[in-house]
């Protein structure tokens, strides 16, 4: 018989073994309870988004739609890629034996994808918080989407559309977990290892840079807002602190004009910026151009000759004005749409770029802020907390702008063509609807036979003698009408009479029409004023504008603007004192000197039209009121300035300005001194 003790050694043998294999099994159990999880809560997950996509939001259509843009954000897109997914998820529980490693293929597979849509969704995700709370604020709005809540999410409970809005960001954040618990549950020789080490690793760093790009998207959208502030609240905003970042910035710069400092370089950055900076330049032009191509369009419209009755019954004259009555109602007023099809998107897409063009700007700013701290870093070896985080702020600006500008530039690229596609579609149309309109016409018109050019030649030829036609009318009828003398502008008696007796009645005129003078040499005028011709040309022979003196300038002035002045004597006078005046050239009789003992005279000036004062040489009237005038001209004898008193104060006004009136006569005697 054998010992009964001789059995413990060999029992004690194979214990170890069976402890081996009860934990192998345990982690298996663990294992397929961990993928059993991620198949099962992945299922649950898109059932949600689907809810949230159909049914909670086709319940909230009272909210703007753009308030559901924000709200849902891409949600569809990670429907979409979450579809796929877990149907690779349940397609791998056929092949148990290398479902784990299939499973880690997948996340690998994915991670880029979820990257992608992701991202969009946790940026956005702040912005929808806001909405919320702004509806908690409305009880009646926050009560009804409550309500819609709860009746297709019973679980969300008090939260609400916060419980719904915060479920991707969960999710993306839960798959590193539930990898990990899978690697856990994982013998280290086992061939699925290795993968699910680097799916996780992968999962991991697909959630640092969802975080990476909400903190850059943070940045960008605090310094691409568009604020209208006025002067006062630029100058409010103005501190210590920001003199001092801006001075630190300028020194800087000096320093790198100056060679003293090395400049940064990325060739990367502004080979994009380069590229933005033309595409920007693109819009800006095409936004010019088509605002005075819209300017001239609504011109062209305006005018219409088919309305003006030309009185000749019949003949090329009917048929042109039926052709384009035809042209006017039926074709150019479709052409309208250019606007909504062609300029408001022209202005959207100019409108986008300003955020960009303002996040260069900034960059810039704290590049130099970077290089200061990096300077700083060197010498001394630490930095300030500020000073740390102006560093980060430049790190991810440009990280942002290196990794979307590519993206902008190619869609304003694209949206850009997509417009003037747009509008020379448009054109095409309006040029196939004008011909087809004009076809039926055509062939009653009495010109159709004659070929372009030579129809232009026609129509010049006419034109030009019809235009002398009418400039030889307008000369005769000028000469055959009465001449029409403007009334004189108040003060100017003096002016006038001082350029007749040294010019002559001949070579007076007066401005018909106010002139706004627009270049160096020429004069702006005012409507009655009387000057005297110089010289009935410029110094290129131009006819149409005549060489002018007012008696203090001269300069030009359009010769269609001028009429003769016709020197009219009082009808008062004796006709030998009328052919007196004829002679010496002056409108009216030279007024007898008085005495200094006579009485004083019985006028006086008073202001005939308001004057506001823009200096403090000057000073301001009012029409009508009584002023003293102290000099007839200024310091450098200009007769266009008087120095007056009005109400205990001095300054000079436009003489042309003042007025004189007569006054009632003193009471009493007035005695000789």
């Known amino acids: 018989m ?10 004690r043998s194979e214990s170890p073994s069976q402890e081996g294999g009860g934990s192998e099994d345990k982690l298996l159990l663990h294992q397929r309870l961990a993928i059993r999880e991620l198949i099962d809560t992945e299922d649950s997950y898109l059932h949600l988004l689907r809810l949230c996509a159909s049914d909670i939001r086709s319940g909230l259509q009272q ?5 559901l843009d924000i709200l849902f954000s891409n949600i569809n897109d990670i429907i979409q890629v979450s579809s796929r997914f877990l149907r690779g998820l349940q397609e791998t529980a056929s092949q148990e034996e290398e479902q784990v490693q299939l499973i880690g293929n997948l996340f690998l597979q994915f991670h880029e994808e979820f990257e992608q849509v992701y991202k969009v969704y946790c940026a956005n995700y702040d912005q929808a918080l806001l909405l919320v709370n702004a509806y908690r604020k409305e009880p009646e709005l926050q009560q009804e989407i409550q309500g819609i809540i709860e009746a297709v999410v019973p679980q969300a409970g008090p939260s609400g559309l916060s419980f719904v809005l915060v479920i991707p960001l969960q999710r993306i954040t839960k798959y590193p977990l539930l990898l990990q618990k899978i690697l856990e549950n994982t013998l280290p020789s086992a061939s699925a290892y290795p993968v699910l080490q680097r799916a996780t690793s992968a999962l991991q760093d697909v959630n640092s840079n969802i975080n990476e790009y909400k903190m850059r998207k943070e940045v960008a959208s605090k310094y691409t807002k568009v604020e209208q502030l006025s002067l006062r609240e630029r100058l409010a905003r103005i501190n210590t602190h920001t003199l001092s970042k801006k001075t630190t910035r300028l020194s800087h710069m000096l320093k790198q004009e100056a060679g003293l400092v090395p400049r940064t370089e990325d060739k990367e950055f502004d080979g994009l910026e380069e590229r933005f900076q033309w595409v920007l330049l693109c819009v800006t032009e095409l936004k010019s151009n088509m605002a005075a191509y819209l300017e001239n369009l609504e011109a062209f419209l305006r005018f219409r000759p088919h309305e003006c009755g030309v009185d000749i019954p019949g003949g090329p004259a009917e048929q042109y004005s039926s052709l384009a009555r035809d042209l006017q109602h039926e074709v150019f007023m479709e052409f309208q749409r250019l606007e909504g099809l062609v300029w408001q998107p022209l202005c959207s897409l100019a409108s986008v770029l300003v955020g960009p063009q303002n996040l260069i700007k900034k960059r810039q700013d704290k590049l130099l802020d970077f290089e200061r701290v990096e300077e700083k870093l060197l010498e001394a070896g630490t930095i300030t907390y500020e000073e740390e985080a102006s560093r980060h702020t430049y790190q991810a600006l440009n990280s942002l702008l290196v990794a979307e500008l590519p993206q902008l530039n190619q869609l304003v690229m694209q949206w850009l063509g997509q417009i003037v596609r747009t509008f020379v579609a448009l054109q095409k149309d309006l040029a196939d609807q004008a011909l087809q309109k004009a076809e039926s016409s055509m062939a009653q018109l009495p010109h159709q036979h004659i070929s372009e050019p030579d129809f232009r030649k026609l129509l010049e030829d006419t034109l030009d003698r019809t235009s002398g036609q009418l400039h030889s009318f307008r000369e005769s009828l000028e000469k055959a009408l009465p001449p029409t003398t403007q009334p004189l502008l ?9 350029l007749l007796s040294r010019y002559g009645p001949e070579k007076l005129y007066q401005v018909t029409s106010s002139i706004n003078g627009t270049g160096t040499l020429d004069l702006t005028l005012l409507r009655g004023q009387i000057v005297a011709l110089l010289q009935n040309k410029d110094t ?5 504008r005549w060489l002018v003196d007012t008696g203090g300038h001269r300069g030009y002035v359009p010769a269609g603007k001028l009429q003769q002045y016709h020197v009219v004597p009082s009808e008062k006078e004796p006709r030998g004192q009328v052919g007196l005046l004829e002679d010496s050239g002056l409108l009216t ?10 009485a004083p005279a019985v006028t006086q000036v008073v202001a005939a039209y308001p004057f506001v004062a823009r200096s403090s040489y000057e000073v301001s009237l009012q029409a009508g009121q009584h002023v003293k005038i102290l000099e007839a001209q200024d310091k450098k004898g200009n007769p266009e300035w008087s120095l007056v008193e009005v109400n205990g104060q001095r300054g000079y006004v436009p003489s042309s300005f003042l007025a004189t009136i007569p006054s009632p006569a003193p009471w009493g005697w007035s005695l000789p001194s």
């Open 490 to 498: 108040p003060g100017s008696e003096r002016q006038m009479q001082a």
């Open 589 to 598: 009789p030279e007024p007898t000197q008085v005495p200094v003992s006579a």
């Open 540 to 544: 290129k022979g131009n006819r149409s």
């Open 2 to 11: 054998a010992d009964p003790g001789t059995d413990n050694p060999s029992s």
């Open 63 to 67: 909210l703007p739609q753009g308030d």
